[in-house]
T-cell receptor, first 109, second 115 residues
Framework: GQNIDQPTEMTATEGAIVQINCTYQTSGFNGLFWYQQHAGEAPTFLSY??LDGLEEKGRFSSFLSRSKGYSYLLLKELQMKDSASYLC??????????WGAGTKLIIKP | DAMVIQNPRYQVTQFGKPVTLSCSQT?????MYWYQQKSSQAPKLLFH???????NEADTPDNFQSRRPNTSFCFLDIRSPGLGDAAMYLCATSRDSAGGPDTQYFGPGTRLTVL
């Protein structure tokens, strides 16, 4: 079957760094997305990785290892507004998105 | 600004009373999706359209129907809402995944309450 695993909840301190991990099992693989979702709102696109390695975008970076079926989202210089759920979604051979349940990130002052 | 719009943002209905949720887009994207998302769960794909070509997910209940009369609009009909259908309903669009994975852009969602 197809499956995405990510931690349910994480807590971090304002100004710190946090890494949110995601492992995936899909029928074929055509890349992985990270989305941010604030409570009661729609997901918004953060990043897309299809090749191995790290992609950096300001305070946010995303890493992919295709051989390990593994990705992480790295958030630096955490701000209170980063409190949200972070959803990992892998694309299968039919280009369908397989979604994780999201990691709720709680930022403390 | 180009965007995905959903109406209403909040919908309250009674058990068994049909309800229609609407979505419109100004992105001129070829593909439209309807997702159901319950609290702390992954979005669950209900339907998607490649242009007018309708694709029903295998496990989408018959109680859910969808229409896409033109490129810009898409509707989700819930024929007889049950308590288990209370959720956030998300509409999303993407340009066209025929050539590869596409970023999906989401509307703000409609939160459905069933009394």
């Amino acid at each position: 079957g197809q499956n995405i695993d990510q931690p349910t909840e994480m807590t971090a301190t304002e100004g710190a760094i946090v890494q949110i991990n995601c492992t995936y099992q899909t029928s074929g693989f055509n890349g992985l997305f990270w989305y941010q979702q604030h409570a009661g709102e729609a997901p918004t696109f953060l990043s897309y990785n299809v090749l191995d390695g790290l992609e950096e975008k300001g305070r946010f970076s995303s890493f992919l290892s295709r051989s390990k079926g593994y990705s992480y989202l790295l958030l630096k210089e955490l701000q209170m507004k980063d409190s949200a759920s972070y959803l990992c979604a892998a694309t299968d051979s039919n280009y369908q998105l397989i979604w994780g349940a999201g990691t709720k990130l709680i930022i403390k002052p | 600004d180009a965007m995905v719009i959903q109406n209403p943002r909040y919908q309250v209905t009674q058990f068994g009373k049909p309800v229609t949720l609407s979505c419109s887009q100004t992105l001129n994207h070829n593909v439209m999706y309807w997702y159901q998302q319950k609290s702390s769960q992954a979005p669950k794909l209900l339907f998607h359209y490649y242009d007018k070509d309708f694709n029903n997910e295998a496990d989408t209940p018959d109680n859910f129907q969808s229409r896409r009369p033109n490129t810009s609009f898409c509707f989700l009909d819930i024929r007889s809402p049950g308590l288990g259908d209370a959720a956030m309903y998300l509409c999303a669009t993407s340009r066209d995944s025929a050539g590869g994975p596409d970023t999906q852009y989401f509307g703000p969602g409609t939160r459905l309450t069933v009394l």
